[in-house]
Structure formats: C-alpha cells, structure tokens
C-alpha cells in the first residue's frame, strides 16, 4: 500500500526520524505497525482534503499531540510531505504531472504550517 511505502521511505532515506518510532519492533515495508501509522497518516491527510476550508482546525489536535506530548522535530513534516510526493510520482506517474506536483506540493506546504503551529 501507498501509505505504508510514505512512512518506510521517510524512516530509510531520513533515518533520524526513526528517533520517534523506536517502540516499533520492525521498521520494515511489512511491519503492521509501519503500516498502520501509515495509515494514520493518509486518513489526516484525507481528513484535511475534506475540510480545505478549516485545515487549521482539522489537524489542531494532531499539532497539539505532536508538539506537546510526542515532541516531534517540526521539520520531520517537511521531510514527510517531500517523501509523500516521490510516492505519489512513483505510483500514478502518468497522473503526477508537473501541475499536481505543485498543487500537491503546496497543499502539503500548508499541512506541514497547521502542524507546526503548536510549537510557537
């Protein structure tokens, strides 16, 4: 599944996020448990699609948990949006033309801010 290869590629070509996943027994593409952040990771991405018009507070209480008690570097949600488009351009490369690579880009942009706004 796409959403298992997102969070396993951040993990392999960014190893100091594994810092925040060293509960995980396996990091592997096949660990459920890689699988199932991954998953949690695309339905707050599909929930902030179906609430364009709130993405600030959609995400409010995942910038809260990641701020306040996981603690998680706010730059790993930059890292994470790039990972998410080299997996979007390898899965659908005839549909990931240089006009959804922007939009999704920026769109991804604005989800790494509403994340990032705990931390002020």
């Not at 810092?19 to 396996?26: E, K, L, M, N």
């Not at 364009?52 to 790993?76: E, F, K, M, W, Y």
């Amino acid at each position: 599944m796409p959403w298992t290869q997102i969070l396993f590629r951040m993990l392999e070509v960014f190893p100091q996020t594994k810092t925040y996943f060293s509960h995980y027994a396996d990091l592997s593409v096949k660990s459920a448990q890689v699988h199932t952040h991954g998953k949690k990771i695309i339905d707050a991405i599909t929930s902030a699609v179906n609430h364009i018009d709130d993405i600030t507070g959609t995400l409010s209480s995942l910038s809260t948990l990641h701020a306040n008690t996981l603690r998680v570097d706010p730059a790993n949600f930059k890292l994470l949006s790039h990972t998410i488009l080299v997996v979007l351009a390898l899965y659908f490369p005839a549909d990931f033309t240089p006009e959804v690579h922007l939009a999704c880009d920026k769109f991804l942009a604005r989800v790494s801010h509403v994340l990032a706004e705990k931390y002020r």
